[in-house]
Each structure stands twice: as C-alpha cells, then as structure tokens.
C-alpha cells in the first residue's frame, strides 16, 4: 500500500540553527500538506500546495518558515533560525486532489529545539 | 488556533465496552472527518460524513452530525485494546483545507 514517507524521523537541533524536512507524498497526489502538531493539540495547517503552487498558506510563520514543491512531488519545510517554540511534530499529508477530501498523513518528524 | 471542542478529552474504559467521542465545531462546514493517531505516528483516516449526512457506519464505527447544532459524534463499540489511540474531528471548510480539533485520548484496558 502506498504511504507517504517523510524523513529525517527525529531531529535535535539547537536554537538559532536551520533544519528541513522533507516529504514524498503518495504517486500520483497532486495536494500536499504540511501540518505542526504542538504535543497534545491537534495538528494544524502550515501551508498547502497544489502540484507546485502554494494555495494556502496563511499559517505559516514566513519570518522563519519556507516550503517549497518545486517539481510539484516531493516537498521540504524549512525553518531558520529554529527557535525553542518550533519544538513539535511536522506531519506532511497528501490528497489525490483539493476535491478529494481525505487525506493520507506520514508517519511525522518530531523535532526538539534545545 | 482551532476551532471547535471535542469531548471528553480522555476516555478509558474496559475492553467490550463502547466509546462515544463528541466535536463541536463553530462555523458552516462541508463535510467532518474523524482521524486516529497512535502514540508518536501519523494520523490515520477513519470516516468522513457530508453535511447533508446525519450518520455513517464503518465497521465498529457510527458517526452521527448534527448540523444545527453543530456537533458530530464518534461511537466505537465493542472496543479492543489495539483502539486504543487518539482521536480527532476535523472540519473541512473551503479549499479542502482542515481545521483539527484537540483530540481524544482514549484508553482500552484488556
């Protein structure tokens, strides 16, 4: 069964460094997600594409934050400098289309600023 | 920030039992799905009811939707201890874009 895979799966960073995760959503997903989930809290959106193209991305810190999908597959999520606040999962998730409505998550990058 | 409530944040129960997970949302939605996470993994999709639909069965689940009052409810019966999980409602408003609530957590004992 076709997952969507994201690495690295940990990451220890200290604060003021720049990290990136990246994600391959499933074949064929023309929608990509990148969701921050706080421990505890439900995850919520970062920004999304469609193919290549941004779509939204109104939650996403842009002082600090970057994403980019430049083939519209695979995508990395960049934050420079991390601050102690970044500390959280990063899920990617991936639609067939913005009509289809579920969406497949990764398995997660949990990140821990020091 | 999010949008809505869900209810009871924890839940344990004993193996056999039911577990009814509620969510309340505050804006107009196109259709509310529920998703699962076990402990430090990916969410998983469970079921999605419109919101034309006033209820959904999916093996051991039943969603309902209420939507003049803006509620949904999430019935898992005869529950196992490999249920154990979190659970969370999400709305979907415009542009396919979810708004996640704080989850369940609920606990199986065998």
């Known amino acids: 069964e076709a997952e969507v895979a994201q690495s690295p799966r940990y990451k220890i960073t200290e604060k003021s460094q720049a990290v990136a995760f990246w994600c391959d959503p499933i074949s064929g997903h023309a929608t990509l997600y990148w969701y921050r989930q706080i421990l505890g809290q439900g995850p919520e959106l970062l920004v999304q594409f469609q193919d290549e193209s941004v779509v939204d991305d109104s939650q996403l810190p842009k002082d600090r934050f970057s994403a980019e999908r430049l083939k519209g597959v695979d995508s990395t999520l960049k934050i420079q400098p991390a601050e102690l606040g970044d500390s959280a999962m990063y899920l990617c998730?991936?639609?067939?289309?913005?009509?289809?409505?579920?969406?497949?998550f990764g398995p997660g990058t949990r990140l821990l600023v020091l | 920030s999010q949008q809505g409530e869900e209810d009871p944040q924890a839940l344990s129960i004993q193996e056999g039992e039911n577990a009814t997970m509620n969510c309340s949302y505050k804006?107009?939605?196109?259709?509310l799905q529920w998703y699962r996470q076990n402990s430090g993994r990916g969410l998983v999709h469970l079921i999605l009811?419109?919101?034309?639909?006033r209820e959904k069965h999916s093996g051991r689940l039943r969603v309902t939707l209420d939507t003049s009052k803006k509620s949904s409810s999430l019935l898992i019966t005869a529950s196992r201890a490999a249920d154990t999980a979190s659970y969370f409602c999400a709305r979907e408003t415009s542009g396919s874009r979810l708004t996640f609530g704080e989850g369940t957590q609920l606990t199986v004992n065998p």
């Open positions: 009811i419109r919101s034309n639909e």
């Open positions: 998730a991936s639609s067939l289309s913005r009509t289809q409505e579920t969406q497949y």
């Open positions: 804006t107009s939605i196109n259709n």
